[in-house]
């Protein structure tokens, strides 16, 4: 290989060494912040609200609907036999 090509290939490869390394220093130093203004707590929160939402008023209505459609398929089905 060309000498221009190696060192070509080196100053690449160095730079996407740091390129990483600055990626995770910056997503380790955004963990500390984050950890350190309470957002993990309120995220948290936040995720026990909408969970506690769902399984009171989502769960219940989609049951009740599934149980009128059975409903109603089996009276179409009563009523409406070929003759």
């Known amino acids: 290989m060309h000498p221009f090509s190696i060192l070509t290939l080196a100053i690449f ?3 996407y060494i740091t390129a990483r390394w600055d990626l995770v ?3 380790y130093e955004l963990a500390i912040f984050a950890w350190d203004h309470g957002v993990v ?8 609200i909408l969970s ?3 399984f009171l008023f989502i769960i219940p209505v989609e ?3 599934s149980r ?3 409903l109603v398929k ?3 089905i009563y009523n409406h036999k070929p003759s």
């Open 63 to 65: 049951r009740l609907a």
């Open 13 to 15: 490869v160095a730079g």
């Open 68 to 70: 009128e459609t059975t």
């Open 74 to 76: 089996k009276h179409y």
């Open 52 to 54: 506690l939402f769902f």
């Open 25 to 27: 220093t910056r997503l």
């Open 41 to 48: 707590a309120r995220t948290l929160k936040g995720f026990a």
